[in-house]
Antibody
Framework: QVQLVESGGGVVQPGGSLRLSCAGS????????MHWVRQAPGKGLEWVAF????????YHADSVKGRFTISRDNSKNTVYLQMNSLRAEDTAVYYC??????????WGRGTLVTVSS | DIVMTQSPLSSPVTRGQPASISCRSS???????????LSWLQQRPGQPPRLLIY???NRFSGVPDRFSGSGAGTDFTLKISRVEAEDVGVYYC?????????FGQGTKLEIK
């Protein structure tokens, strides 16, 4: 079955960096675009970034543009989110998800990022 | 950017009674490929979101048929024909027609 497992979350100081990973299994990873979506504590969902199946196209939300970068390694079935210049407002559970358009939409369980001094 | 607006934001419902959630987009969600990428997600307490409905009205595998989606263009609706205790949670509409993708604010469904 499809599994998406996020890792790399933790506590980081404002201005610091963190790299999140999401390992996919149970599907042909290299043929799917992948997304990161976040959810601040007690708040709703916010789309963060997308990378095409081959890595050639990437999109980032304005709120993270220039600070976060999505990437992938299809040989490792893994998508990444490099987060730099972190701010308190980036504190959230970060989910990776596949196929937000159709019937193969799955989500991981998320990893918590806390930005605090 | 497309803004998604849901109503109501909170919906207390009696078990066995119907519930309805509305979602309106600031622009048409019809993609150039002819599809409308409007989905509904359910998030139970302490759980990640999960897909209920995709492309307006298609139920995801395993979703009970008491859930149905409808609409077109900019106006969409999720209906639950008879609410059950397991339906408690927050429901989100989401558009994936255009980048940046976006979500509604969420509607909290609770049992009276």
């Amino acid at each position: 079955q499809v599994q998406l497992v996020e890792s790399g979350g933790g506590v980081v100081q404002p201005g610091g960096s963190l790299r999140l990973s999401c390992a996919g299994s149970g599907f042909t990873f290299s043929t799917y675009g992948m997304h990161w979506v976040r959810q601040a504590p007690g708040k709703g969902l916010e789309w963060v970034a997308f990378i095409r199946y081959d890595g050639r196209n990437k999109y980032h939300a304005d709120s993270v543009k220039g600070r976060f970068t999505i990437s992938r390694d299809n040989s490792k079935n893994t998508v990444y989110l490099q987060m730099n210049s972190l701010r308190a407002e980036d504190t959230a559970v970060y989910y990776c998800a596949k196929d937000l358009r159709g019937w193969e939409n799955y989500w991981g369980r998320g990893t918590l990022v806390t930005v605090s001094s | 950017d497309i803004v998604m607006t849901q109503s109501p934001l909170s919906s207390p419902v009696t078990r066995g009674q119907p519930a309805s959630i509305s979602c309106r987009s600031s622009q048409s969600l019809v993609h150039s490929d002819g599809n409308t990428y409007l989905s509904w997600l359910q998030q139970r307490p302490g759980q990640p979101p999960r897909l209920l409905i995709y492309k307006i009205s298609n139920r995801f595998s395993g979703v009970p048929d008491r859930f149905s989606g409808s609409g077109a263009g900019t106006d969409f609706t999720l209906k639950i024909s008879r609410v059950e205790a397991e339906d408690v949670g927050v429901y989100y509409c989401m558009q994936a027609t255009q980048f940046p993708h976006s979500f509604g604010q969420g509607t909290k469904l609770e049992i009276k």
